[in-house]
């Protein structure tokens, strides 16, 4: 029984790998022509001669990870953090460097995590947009086949789950969009060229758009038609294809089309994709000074970091963890890695040492340690955990190795409740939006820590240097806007932990 479990979930896998070739991008017709007629906007009034190109451009990219409100189906933080890798080596030559805006961000909804393409999707997505930044979403569903989008209309880009990696070009192709790229392919969106019009000259109009021919001499339509660039040669296929491709395409006046597989504007391959072209480089720069982001300043800390030199602290070697008041301390030490402002953890559960599942993750801030629930992770079984050293500029660290330890049977947790002091009373119950309100008794002065837990142990939000006076106080909280549902809050000082459940409306 276990052996099938593994076989299917390889199995999965590689199902996953195979669509990442094959999905398209989910810009619409419509919305391609709003991003060329900005492209072409941008060209009248923007002039090219006036921006250095030998500064660096640092562009602020907020990432936001969607799951449902029971906390499944994120990607892994692991894997999408290397897209701005992936995205950062093929922007290196227009001197365009993305960095990570904050945190990454856990967004659990069920609105966006049930259909990301449509509209109500959209709109929320939109409402959780980080201002002066470019807002990159990762979810699971979408209503359609689609690897990734840009809206015009919101202003964001989407990524599907399994596109969100280091090897996809999906997000620099979406970035495209998102700096006014049409596709090289434009008009022909929805229609298959190779069988409806190959080996015959294609229509002068194809889906209302001029089409663009081969011909280059003066008095040429390719600085208007499709995708309003000469030196992108012309394109009519709009199905992902396979490189080098031949085809027996006709322009309008019978010149055969030979099809550039290298662009990331085209529905080429990802493994085909590796350039822009100058003058699609050009409009790209054009919008980066339309958009006023020329100046971003550059992020104070440009160290590389190695992942692979981090030593686990515990649990490690197989111990079992140690529980104390229901959670478990992960501590690694940061050799390779010191600059590392953010950790992602993962903890999988395995069997004879091969991975079955993910059973916890979460995005460490500042600090070479955090705490686990224990109701995170079955009784008597194995588990492994790794994290992945980043910092703003810094996205392409290997995670460290893994590190392995053991659950027992369940043993007698402290009992919180028995002791009268450690109370922790939050009001109103349930809460609305607005600060968190709560009323505790401390025994001393401390510096304590708290944590917003789902239901399912994942933390929420995490507050460090917490101030808590000896006494009885009322502590007032900004948290960031919780969805419906039923939460947990722990503090914890040196000397006492305090812990109550509350529901949000
Ligand atoms: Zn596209």
Known sequence: ??????????????????????????????????IKAQM???????????????????????????????????????????????????YADQNIFFYLHGPLHYIYDDVIYDDAYNNTGQVRMSSYKVPNSLNVFVSNNVSRSVAGYYTPSYDFVFIKNGYANGSSTTITHELGHFFTLPHTFYGWEGVDARSQYGGAPAPVIINGRLVENVDRSVGANCASAADGFCDTEADYISERFNCPVSTNLQDPTGSPLQINSDYFMSYSSDNCQNTFS????????????????????????????????????????????????????????????????????????????IPIAQVYFASVMNQNFTYIPRAALSNNHQFRWAVKPLHPAYTCSPSSNYFHFQTGFATNTTALSTAAENQLRIFPNPI?????????????????????????????????????????????????QLAAGQYFVLIRSDKQVWRQAFIKQ
């Open 40 to 90: 072409m906007e941008n060209r009248r009034n923007i002039n090219l001669a006036q921006i250095n190109r030998q500064n660096m451009t640092y562009i602020p990219l907020s990432l936001h990870l969607v799951g449902n409100e029971a906390g499944e189906g994120f990607a892994l933080g692991s894997n999408a953090i290397e897209m701005l890798c992936k995205l950062n080596a093929d």
């Open 278 to 353: 100058q003058e699609q480089k050009n409009a790209m720069l054009s919008d980066i000074a339309n958009r006023g982001w020329s100046n971003f300043p550059a992020p104070s800390n440009m160290d590389t970091l190695d992942g692979r030199q981090i030593q686990g602290i515990s649990p490690i070697n197989n111990d079992f963890a140690q529980e104390v008041n229901g959670q478990i301390r992960l501590e690694w030490d940061t050799t390779g890695a010191s600059s590392a402002n953010q950790w992602i953890l993962t903890v999988e559960r395995t069997f004879n040492g």
């Open 1 to 34: 029984m276990r052996l099938v479990y593994i076989s299917l979930l390889l199995l999965f896998s590689w199902a996953g790998q195979l669509a990442a070739q094959t999905a398209p991008c989910g810009v619409s017709l419509a919305d391609g022509a709003v």
């Open 432 to 480: 609305q939006n607005g600060p968190l309100q709560l009323q505790l008794s401390s025994l001393e002065n401390s510096s304590a820590s708290l944590a917003i837990y789902a239901l399912d142990g994942r933390i929420l939000w995490e507050k460090q240097g917490l101030a808590i006076s000896a006494g009885k106080q009322e502590l007032q909280l900004q948290i960031p």
